[in-house]
């Protein structure tokens, strides 16, 4: 199917002239649409490719052998935007593995740039202005509407031009080593995947703070919600927010989880048909002794020191300076975690990139020779 702006492929001669066309290419802008919001796993659903001056929205959902295409794809140099989600959603789909990155996100975080989104940098940059109602939208469904086709076909319509701005101004200041590092890095950790989960994955925020009868009631909430939103298809969060099953866990705590059950709106408590009755009374009665306990800490550091703490403050005066000498975000050369783990060791440089390391250097060098 083609429109004015893009050509649709779900055919399998389609995705064919597709993958010659590809082949034939050394780069291209590539995004995703994704469906994390209205089912209860991760789907990927749509590929929007643009080279040559043309828009392909590559429907994955469609009965299609992907193999040729993935394969060209892994050949070839990739012009994205926040490109963390993506490729680890491609990693998770094939195992796929991008040869090499450019990310206008990264890029814009290395020019000190405040409001580093797509929309944002389109506007700045262009002059064009994206709606952003089909953000959430089920990109699942088909078919796709008109105004969602649209939206997508926009997010790789300016990216090879916006690459070309940003680029001009990271050769400018001499950054292009960095950026590239960065980039790298993208794909290295995105091989990684997505965090999955395992016995502790009930461990949601603030359920630390509950005693032991509120975890316990954390831990049937959880499993409960896993088990019904997996069962109905949709996404935990739109079964029972984190915020509710704290709040009813404290309650079970309190003694009082009826009465706080009976302030919850009447689509939770309607929940109640479902087991989450069942489930409050499990964590009420569960003997706290049989839960999932945290896996030691292989190494338990001691606070730093107070000559640890001197060399902290030291390191950090010294990437703030710079920060404001480059005119970037100071964690994007060491973040706090990695400031303390200098204080402790300044000759401990793992997790950091190349560059990061040569510009602390000078400070660093001071610090391993006291």
Same mark, same amino acid.
């Given at each position: 199917?083609?429109?004015?702006?893009?050509?649709?492929?779900?055919?399998?001669?389609?995705?064919?002239?597709?993958?010659?066309?590809?082949?034939?290419?050394?780069?291209?802008?590539?995004?995703?649409?994704?469906?994390?919001?209205?089912?209860?796993?991760?789907?990927?659903?749509?590929?929007?490719?643009?080279?040559?001056?043309?828009?392909?929205?590559?429907?994955?959902?469609?009965?299609?052998?992907?193999?040729?295409?993935?394969?060209?794809?892994?050949?070839?140099?990739?012009?994205?935007?926040?490109?963390?989600?993506?490729?680890?959603?491609?990693?998770?789909?094939?195992?796929?593995?991008?040869?090499?990155?450019?990310?206008?996100?990264?890029?814009?975080?290395?020019?000190?740039?405040?409001?580093?989104?797509?929309?944002?940098?389109?506007?700045?940059?262009?002059?064009?202005?994206?709606?952003?109602?089909?953000?959430?939208?089920?990109? #699942?469904?088909?078919? =796709?509407?008109?105004?969602?086709?649209?939206? !997508?076909?926009? @997010? %790789?319509?300016? +990216?090879?031009?916006?690459?070309?701005?940003?680029?001009?101004?990271?050769?400018?200041?001499?950054?292009?080593?960095?950026?590239?590092?960065?980039?790298?890095?993208?794909?290295?950790?995105?091989?990684?995947?997505?965090?999955?989960?395992?016995?502790?994955?009930?461990?949601?925020?603030?359920?630390?703070?509950?005693?032991?009868?509120?975890?316990?009631?954390?831990?049937?909430?959880?499993?409960?919600?896993?088990?019904?939103?997996?069962?109905?298809?949709?996404?935990?969060?739109?079964?029972?927010?984190?915020?509710?099953?704290?709040?009813?866990?404290?309650?079970?705590?309190?003694?009082?989880?009826?009465?706080?059950?009976?302030?919850?709106?009447?689509?939770?408590?309607?929940? #109640?048909?479902?087991? =989450?009755?069942?489930?409050?009374?499990?964590? !009420?009665?569960? @003997? %706290?002794?049989? +839960?999932?306990?945290?896996?030691?800490?292989?190494?338990?550091?001691?606070?730093?020191?107070?000559?640890?703490?001197?060399?902290?403050?030291?390191?950090?005066?010294?990437?703030?300076?710079?920060?404001?000498?480059?005119?970037?975000?100071?964690?994007?050369?060491?973040?706090?975690?990695?400031?303390?783990?200098?204080?402790?060791?300044?000759?401990?440089?793992?997790?950091?990139?190349?560059?990061?390391?040569?510009?602390?250097?000078?400070?660093?060098?001071?610090?391993?020779?006291?």
């Amino acid at each position: 199917m083609e429109d004015d702006g893009f050509i649709y492929v779900d055919k399998q001669d389609e995705l064919e002239d597709l993958c010659d066309h590809l082949a034939k290419q050394a780069e291209i802008a590539l995004d995703s649409e994704a469906d994390n919001l209205h089912h209860f796993e991760t789907k990927l659903c749509l590929l929007q490719l643009r080279f040559d001056g043309t828009i392909y929205l590559l429907d994955v959902t469609a009965d299609l052998d992907l193999d040729r295409f993935w394969e060209i794809l892994s050949g070839l140099h990739l012009i994205m935007h926040g490109s963390d989600f993506d490729l680890r959603l491609f990693e998770e789909f094939c195992g796929f593995e991008a040869k090499s990155l450019f990310d206008s996100m990264l890029a814009s975080q290395l020019l000190g740039i405040k409001r580093i989104g797509l929309a944002a940098l389109l506007e700045e940059n262009f002059g064009v202005k994206i709606p952003k109602d089909s953000q959430k939208s089920d990109w #699942s469904q088909r078919p =796709l509407t008109p105004k969602m086709l649209k939206y !997508a076909a926009t @997010d %790789v319509l300016y +990216l090879h031009e916006l690459r070309d701005k940003l680029m001009a101004r990271i050769d400018e200041l001499g950054r292009g080593e960095w950026l590239k590092q960065r980039c790298d890095n993208q794909i290295r950790i995105a091989k990684s995947g997505f965090p999955r989960n395992d016995e502790n994955s009930w461990r949601i925020p603030r359920s630390d703070r509950l005693d032991e009868r509120g975890q316990a009631a954390v831990y049937e909430l959880w499993h409960w919600r896993q088990n019904l939103s997996k069962r109905l298809d949709r996404p935990p969060f739109k079964v029972l927010g984190n915020d509710f099953i704290i709040a009813l866990a404290e309650g079970v705590s309190e003694g009082n989880w009826e009465f706080v059950f009976e302030g919850l709106p009447q689509g939770i408590q309607r929940r #109640s048909r479902q087991g =989450l009755v069942d489930a409050l009374k499990l964590g !009420a009665s569960r @003997d %706290v002794k049989t +839960l999932p306990q945290r896996p030691p800490r292989t190494e338990r550091r001691p606070p730093l020191s107070q000559q640890e703490l001197d060399r902290q403050d030291v390191i950090k005066g010294y990437r703030d300076k710079l920060s404001k000498e480059l005119e970037m975000d100071p964690t994007l050369i060491a973040t706090r975690s990695q400031v303390a783990q200098l204080g402790r060791d300044p000759a401990d440089l793992s997790g950091f990139l190349e560059w990061q390391k040569e510009i602390l250097a000078p400070c660093l060098e001071g610090l391993n020779s006291q």
